[in-house]
């Protein structure tokens, strides 16, 4: 299948700083890409849609201004974690889809604040 | 919104004995998918169904899509511990994938 890059895969950040998170498609060009947030043992939860060129669509309770999604390229998507703080704690990934094929997903993130 | 269910949360079962998962959502589908997450991992694409009342095999694996295109199972006949994970469905709809809670499986050898 369709490979997804996501790129770090964990990162420690001292709380109040800024993380960003990469999802880079290698091979195919994904017009909407979807970033997730996983607790453990939980489900994916969606926190927005992104396509290409146009402003991320965020889920309810996701803070637009916390959470900064761009998607710049039909290749490349990221995710910045504003003022993180420890309860921001948590796996993020990122999916690329093609709209009514499989989701391709990246590795996922785990960020830790301290 | 878009609400996907899955049940149950969790299944424990002994090796050889079968294991079902369930999904409905809210709105009618355009698609659904089903995906696997082993311990530590990301999700990984089982299978997508697309068609009302569609069936789909894959070896001791079998998907169905109701109907209506608002519910969907997944089967597992004779588990292995290889079996182990979480199962997630995700379904399509207004461009966008929503994902239900998912099924953890522990299988006893």
């Known amino acids: 299948g369709a490979v997804v890059s996501q790129h770090p895969s964990w990162v420690i950040c001292k709380s109040g700083t800024s993380v960003k998170i990469e999802c880079r498609s290698l091979?195919?060009?994904?017009?909407?890409m979807f970033w997730y947030r996983q607790f453990p043992k939980q489900s994916l939860m969606l926190m927005a849609t992104s396509n290409e060129g146009s402003k991320a669509t965020y889920e309810q309770g996701v803070e637009k201004d916390k959470f900064l999604i761009n998607h710049a390229s039909l290749t490349l998507s990221t995710l910045t974690v504003t003022s993180a703080h420890p309860e921001d704690s948590s796996f993020y990934i990122c999916s690329a889809w093609g709209g009514n094929t499989e989701a391709f997903f990246g590795q996922g993130t785990r960020l830790t604040v301290v | 919104g878009q609400q996907v269910m899955q049940i149950p949360q969790y299944q424990h079962v002994q090796e050889g004995e079968d294991f079902t998962t369930y999904c409905n959502s809210s709105?009618?589908?355009?698609?659904i998918q089903w995906y696997k997450q082993r311990p530590g991992g990301h999700p990984v694409f089982l299978i997508q169904l697309v068609k009302s009342g569609e069936v789909k095999k894959q070896k001791r694996l079998t998907f169905q899509f109701g109907e209506a295109k608002k519910n969907s199972s997944l089967h597992i006949t004779a588990t292995q511990t290889t079996d182990v994970g979480t199962y997630f469905c995700a379904g399509s709809n207004t461009g966008k994938l929503i994902f239900g809670q998912g099924t953890t499986l522990q299988v006893k050898p």
């Open positions: 091979d195919f060009q994904a017009t909407t």
């Open positions: 709105t009618t589908l355009s698609n």
